[in-house]
């Protein structure tokens, strides 16, 4: 276990911790690339400086780095993002294990932190979009590991932010209400019809597979925010602007 520092003048909320451990396709060294390298294929692009006490995301620094078997990451007394207070802490380490002869890998998560308001609130939402994370770096490692990614992502409209916006953009996106996960559909994206595997679905998230693409949907109305887009597409023709602009009109036509 490692230790969260003593609560003080940048940590003046509640702590918690989300830890997660589950088998992943790849071996350490490939896990360790998509952890620090290759985080715009399943997450969003992110830089860490390679060594102890370097720059980590957001602001953060890096208090472990031993490739690659443990990753260890601290942001504290900085805004950690769109939304998200000054005073809060947030601690991120890996753990990765060999598996299978070094073919698949174990990877233990935690995130340890705290929140300064809304507490319950906060702390639900950081165990979904967690759990969608992971899920979604699985589907990376499965299907698209080592591919280079371009990202793109967009919020919907102030409209989306209506109790019943996630559930129209799964309509209009084509999908029956009784679509579950492993089903394949046909789904209307802009400009495009896109053969996909639903990956994963719930009242808060979509996710849809590609032949050369992850379509990730965020349902953050439930949360008083607008809906999101991403996309992480392994095509030799994606393009962040085209994609980001193309979505955008779709959302903003289907929010009017």
């Known amino acids: 276990m490692l230790d969260v520092p003593a609560k003080g003048p940048a940590d003046g909320g509640k702590r918690f911790e989300i830890a997660r451990e589950f088998e992943v396709e790849g071996s ?5 690339a998509a952890l ?3 985080t715009g294929g399943w997450l969003w692009p992110m830089k860490y400086e390679p060594r102890e006490g370097g720059a980590a995301p957001f602001g953060g620094t890096v208090t472990r780095w031993e490739p690659p078997h443990r990753l260890t990451a601290r942001v504290q007394g ?29 990877l233990r998560y935690v995130q340890r932190g705290s929140f300064a308001d809304d ?3 906060r702390y ?23 591919r ?40 209307e994206a802009p400009g495009e019809e896109l053969d996909a595997v639903i990956d994963f679905r719930s009242r808060y998230f979509i996710g849809l597979r590609t032949d050369d693409a992850l379509h990730r949907f965020f349902g953050r109305n439930h949360s008083g925010a607008p809906v999101r887009v991403s996309v992480h597409d ?8 085209r994609t980001e602009l193309a979505w955008q009109d779709w959302l903003h036509h289907l929010y009017g």
């Not at 000054?86 to 890998?105: A, F, M, N, V, Y």
């Not at 409209?157 to 579950?180: I, K, N, W």
Request: glycine content about 10%; charged content about 25%; overall charge negative.
């Open 234 to 241: 392994f095509g030799p023709q994606a393009d962040t602007k």
């Open 148 to 187: 280079p990614a371009v990202f793109s992502a967009l919020n919907g409209p102030p409209t989306s932010v209506a109790p019943d916006a996630f559930t129209r953009l799964a309509r209009a996106l084509g999908l029956p209400d009784d679509a579950a996960e492993g089903a394949r559909v046909r789904v």
């Open 78 to 106: 900085s805004d950690h993002g769109p939304g998200r207070p000054p005073d809060r802490l947030d601690q991120l380490d890996h753990t990765i294990e060999p598996r299978d002869g070094g073919r698949r890998s174990w």
């Open 124 to 146: 639900d939402d950081a165990i979904r979009h967690t759990d969608f994370h992971l899920h979604t770096l699985c589907q990376y490692m499965a299907y698209f590991a080592g």
């Open 36 to 38: 620090t390298t290759g």
């Open 28 to 32: 350490p060294a490939e896990v360790w």
């Open 119 to 121: 507490w319950d609130r």
